[in-house]
């Protein structure tokens, strides 16, 4: 992508969505966090309908220790991996208590230092509840990022770092979310809708394709 097709490409995504914010439902930091955590390899909708259950119960760290793993187990059942991330983040809740007054931290490494949260979760929690203009590369940006032209890149980091310097910086802080949303219901991975893509013109896939066909 030609860089000054930067700016329209993402003022068109703008234009039609101009406050996006994450699907998963939340109403603190805490629940975010717990949220994204139980994310990982699941979709949004089913995370949504287990925390629905999960929150009304539990929506603090001494609440959700106090159900144990059996008892965190018996809410996300229905998520992928439950065991697993019910594990992580009793331990998560833990530390939370021990090390930061029972608060979500504001700095990366911080973040990064509880169990089960990488980077791409501590993206999402900086920049959904903290306002910092970071780049949560899933699967969804990494495909649209590389298929565009947008930031290329082998690895999400690869792609995280130039859409950081790619990206202009007005449209930076919700830009990750105007990547993602347009990665989950337009440029999807099989069958790309580019015959309702508003930014195909700005697109180096879809004018390869359209120079085949010529």
């Given at each position: 992508?030609?860089?000054?097709?930067?700016?329209?490409f993402?003022?068109?995504?703008?234009?039609?969505?101009?406050?996006?914010?994450?699907?998963?439902?939340?109403?603190?930091?805490?629940?975010?966090?717990?949220?994204?955590?139980?994310?990982?390899?699941?979709?949004?909708?089913?995370?949504?309908?287990?925390?629905?259950?999960?929150?009304?119960?539990?929506?603090?760290?001494?609440?959700?220790?106090?159900?144990?793993?059996?008892?965190?187990?018996?809410?996300?059942?229905?998520?992928?991996?439950?065991?697993?991330?019910?594990?992580?983040?009793?331990q998560?809740?833990?530390?939370l208590?021990?090390?930061?007054?029972?608060?979500?931290?504001?700095?990366?490494?911080?973040?990064?230092?509880?169990?089960?949260?990488?980077r791409?979760?501590?993206?999402?929690?900086?920049?959904?509840?903290?306002?910092?203009?970071?780049?949560?590369?899933?699967?969804?940006?990494?495909?649209?990022?590389?298929?565009?032209?947008?930031?290329?890149?082998?690895?999400?980091?690869?792609?995280?770092?130039?859409?950081?310097?790619?990206?202009?910086?007005?449209y930076?802080?919700?830009?990750?979310?105007?990547?993602?949303?347009?990665?989950?219901?337009?440029?999807?991975?099989?069958?790309?809708?580019?015959?309702?893509?508003?930014?195909?013109?700005?697109?180096?896939?879809?004018?390869?394709?359209?120079?085949?066909?010529?």
């Open positions: 992508m030609k860089s000054q097709h930067l700016a329209p993402f003022s068109i995504l703008r234009e039609a969505n101009p406050q996006p914010s994450t699907e998963l439902v939340y109403t603190s930091v805490f629940e975010l966090l717990c949220a994204v955590l139980l994310s990982a390899q699941a979709t949004d909708v089913s995370v949504n309908k287990a925390t629905r259950r999960l929150f009304v119960v539990a929506h603090t760290p001494q609440q959700i220790l106090a159900l144990g793993q059996a008892g965190l187990e018996s809410y996300i059942k229905t998520i992928g991996l439950y065991r697993s991330k019910a594990k992580h983040l009793l998560t809740c833990e530390l208590i021990q090390q930061h007054g029972g608060q979500v931290p504001r700095t990366r490494t911080a973040l990064e230092a509880l169990p089960g949260v990488g791409k979760t501590a993206n999402v929690i900086l920049n959904c509840a903290f306002g910092e203009p970071t780049m949560a590369v899933d699967t969804h940006i990494f495909r649209v990022s590389n298929r565009t032209g947008l930031a290329t890149g082998k690895t999400p980091l690869q792609v995280e770092h130039k859409l950081l310097k790619r990206v202009p910086k007005e930076r802080l919700h830009a990750h979310h105007w990547l993602i949303l347009h990665g989950r219901y337009v440029c999807k991975a099989r069958n790309p809708a580019c015959d309702r893509c508003k930014v195909s013109a700005y697109c180096d896939a879809f004018a390869v394709a359209a120079k085949k066909q010529t």
